[in-house]
């Protein structure tokens, strides 16, 4: 443990900010895996799911949790299976 006071918050606010990437993170993978269900089952709601998905690699975007070109990675292998599951 830190004797110092700034080096004492910054422990604090990075337990914080760790905590909170982790949240986004785990929102993500749980958007992704329940898109993959969702794919499996039907694809009539696949494209619901795709939206809910697609929106929470967004907001770890701009949060800066995940970077632009791996979203965009994500995203397109996303589109890749639903297109296979419609047809």
Same mark, same amino acid.
């Given at each position: 443990?830190?004797?110092? +006071? *700034?080096a @004492? %918050?910054?422990?604090?606010?990075?337990?914080?900010?760790?905590?909170? =990437?982790?949240?986004?993170?785990?929102k /993500? +993978? *749980?958007? @992704? %895996?329940?898109?993959?269900?969702?794919?499996?089952?039907?694809?009539? =709601?696949?494209?619901?799911?795709?939206? /809910?998905?697609?929106s929470?690699i967004?907001?770890?975007?701009?949060?800066?949790?995940?970077?632009?070109?791996?979203?965009?990675?994500?995203?397109?292998?996303?589109?890749?299976?639903?297109?296979?599951?419609?047809?």
């Amino acid at each position: 443990m830190p004797n110092i +006071k *700034s080096a @004492i %918050k910054r422990v604090k606010v990075n337990e914080k900010k760790s905590l909170r =990437n982790r949240m986004i993170k785990s929102k /993500v +993978k *749980s958007a @992704i %895996k329940k898109f993959e269900t969702e794919v499996a089952a039907n694809a009539a =709601n696949a494209g619901e799911q795709y939206s /809910v998905t697609t929106s929470a690699i967004d907001k770890a975007v701009n949060k800066g949790i995940m970077h632009k070109k791996t979203a965009s990675r994500k995203k397109a292998r996303l589109a890749k299976q639903l297109v296979k599951a419609a047809q």
